[in-house]
């Protein structure tokens, strides 16, 4: 099956998920979504993906 180009994604969604990806906490399938929307080649230093001062408590 050929894969679909991703048209949008949730940006709440995503920053949960960059926040788990930084805490090594997704599965391997996610870590790949992950690594796939934000360009990375998975050997990268992932500790700064997301700004120190970023909050991920959602009102």
Known sequence: MASRPIQWVNSPVLME???RYEQG??????QLWVEQMLEL???ENTSGLLPSSFDA???
């Not at 906490?25 to 996610?30: F, G, T």
């Open 25 to 30: 906490l997704l599965p391997r399938s996610m």
């Open 17 to 19: 998920a960059m926040l």
């Open 57 to 59: 408590s959602v009102d």
């Open 41 to 43: 080649d998975g050997s």
